[in-house]
C-alpha cells in the first residue's frame, strides 16, 4: 500500500509562489503514474496537473498551464507542483494522488483514474 503524503501549503499574496511536494512510502514512485488535485470550498475536486512515470510527459488543466509545473524525483520518492504568478482563485486544498502504471509514458487526469490519495495541504491565495 503507498502512502501519500503533502506539504508546502500556506497563504500567500496574489503573484507569488509556492512549491508543495507529495513524499511516497511504502512503495517505490517510479511504479506510479502521478497527478495533482485541488478542491476550493464549495465546489467539486478539479484535476490540477499529471505526469507519466518516465517523468517525460506531462499535462496541465487550462486554468494552471503557464504558471504550474508538475515534476517528479523518483530517486527521492517525492513528487512537486511549483506553482508561480498564484491568484485568488487558486485557493483550494491540494491534493496528490497515484496510479500504478505499466506505461512509462502514460499520464491520467480523472479522479476515478487514480487509487491513492494523501489527506491534502491548504493553499491559501490573498488578494
Known amino acids: 500500500q503507498v502512502q501519500l503524503v503533502e506539504s508546502g501549503g500556506g497563504l500567500v499574496q496574489a503573484g507569488g509562489s509556492l512549491r508543495l511536494s507529495c513524499a511516497v512510502s511504502?512503495?517505490?514512485?517510479?511504479?506510479?503514474?502521478m497527478g495533482w488535485f485541488r478542491q476550493a470550498p464549495g465546489k467539486e475536486r478539479e484535476f490540477v496537473a499529471a505526469?507519466?512515470?518516465?517523468?517525460?510527459?506531462?499535462d496541465y488543466a487550462d486554468s494552471v498551464k503557464g504558471r504550474f509545473t508538475i515534476s517528479r524525483d523518483n530517486a527521492k520518492n517525492t513528487l512537486y507542483l511549483q506553482m508561480n504568478s498564484l491568484k485568488p482563485e487558486d485557493t483550494a486544498v491540494y491534493y496528490c494522488?497515484?496510479?500504478?502504471?505499466?506505461?512509462?509514458?502514460?499520464?491520467?487526469?480523472?479522479?476515478?483514474?487514480?487509487?491513492?490519495w494523501g489527506q491534502g495541504t491548504q493553499v491559501t491565495v490573498s488578494s
Open positions: 511504502g512503495r517505490t514512485l517510479s511504479t506510479y503514474a
Open positions: 494522488a497515484a496510479r500504478r502504471s505499466a506505461s512509462g509514458s502514460d499520464y491520467y487526469s480523472t479522479q476515478t483514474d487514480f487509487a491513492s
Open positions: 505526469i507519466s512515470r518516465s517523468g517525460g510527459e506531462t
